[in-house]
Nanobody, 120 residues
Framework: QVQLVESGGGLVQAGGSLRLSCAAS????????MGWYRQAPGKQRELVAH???????NYADAVKGRFTISRDNAKNTVYLQMNSLQPEDTAVYYC??????????????WGQGTQVTVSS
């Protein structure tokens, strides 16, 4: 099992920034990719960004140029730097982890979620 603990959500005005963190622990040999999903009220959960252990990154079109995913392998932690936030970015953000082939489909491991609210 892999445990994921998120932090860093909150309330911010449009145009502002937030940074989310996700620390992984447990059976880390079973994962080689970590990422962030989000779910807004009444909408399906969607992939925001993911990063592999080798550093390859992938972003949803809606966040390209505004969000940056990074990782600190020594700390087993992944970050999501979110800039130029807009009200449509309001959602619960979930950290996820799995093998690279599953991270964008149905990851096995999830964090508890952290609320991000962007006011206009």
């Amino acid at each position: 099992q892999v445990q994921l603990v998120e932090s860093g959500g909150g309330l911010v005005q449009a145009g502002g920034s937030l940074r989310l963190s996700c620390a992984a622990s447990g059976s880390l040999f079973s994962i080689d990719a970590m990422g962030w999903y989000r779910q807004a009220p009444g909408k399906q959960r969607e992939l925001v960004a993911h990063i592999t252990s080798g550093g390859s990154r992938n972003y949803a079109d809606a966040v390209k140029g505004r969000f940056t995913i990074s990782r600190d392998n020594a700390k087993n932690t992944v970050y999501l730097q979110m800039n130029s936030l807009q009200p449509e970015d309001t959602a619960v953000y979930y950290c996820a982890a799995d093998r690279v082939g599953r991270i964008g489909v149905l990851p096995r491991y999830w964090g508890q979620g952290t609320q991000v609210t962007v006011s206009s």
